[in-house]
């Protein structure tokens, strides 16, 4: 990595396959996104049941979406978020790899389509939504909180509202990544 000019440097880049439902950062995520809300359903259901029988059929739709929605993620993708990322002189990258690019492409138009054609635009804009966030970047201005965890390699940089990046370092990139991570964000 050569730093030659404030807004010039050697661009640092990296691809690399992250486990998800291993990998500590990005499980906290899925419980934030994912268990908090039906964790709090599954708690109404509970406290407005007036028999607990009821409740078998809720609960039993609930843990058969979870089971159903893993075993697709695990054939579809193997389990893996496959991300490459560039740091240069403009900012932080981040997008998903070639091939898992084109599996998301497709998932997320069917999404989009199916939805418009059910009637159901919350469906299509999830579809939109999650196919937005396969190529990001975060201005070096941007970003006003780092977080560094090193022992899994991984640094989280936060910019404006839902501006984040998870950067997925390996054990050798680790040290140069951060080092340009405090250099251009002063933190």
């Not at 492409?105 to 389509?113: E, W």
């Amino acid at each position: 990595m050569t730093v030659t000019h404030r807004n010039t440097i050697e661009p640092l880049q990296w691809a690399t396959s992250v486990p998800l439902f291993r990998h500590p950062v990005i499980v906290r995520q899925l419980v934030l996104a994912i268990g908090l809300p039906f964790g709090i359903l599954l708690a109404v259901l509970w406290l407005s049941a007036d028999d607990l029988r009821s409740l078998v059929y809720p609960f039993a739709l609930i843990g058969g979406l979870f089971f159903f929605t893993w075993v697709f993620i695990m054939l579809v993708w193997r389990g893996r978020y496959q991300v490459e990322f560039v740091l240069d002189g403009n900012g932080v990258r981040c997008r998903t790899q070639k091939g898992q690019a084109r599996t998301n492409r497709i998932i997320n138009g069917l999404t989009v389509a199916l939805g418009l054609l059910s009637g159901k635009p919350g469906v299509a804009g999830a579809g939109l939504l999650a196919q937005s966030r396969q190529d990001q970047t975060i201005r070096w201005k941007n970003i006003r909180k780092v977080r560094r965890y090193p022992k899994i390699h991984t640094i989280m940089v936060h910019g404006g509202f839902a501006e984040h990046l998870a950067l997925f370092c390996t054990a050798d990139n680790y040290r140069a990544v951060d080092a340009l991570v405090r250099e251009r964000t002063g933190q």
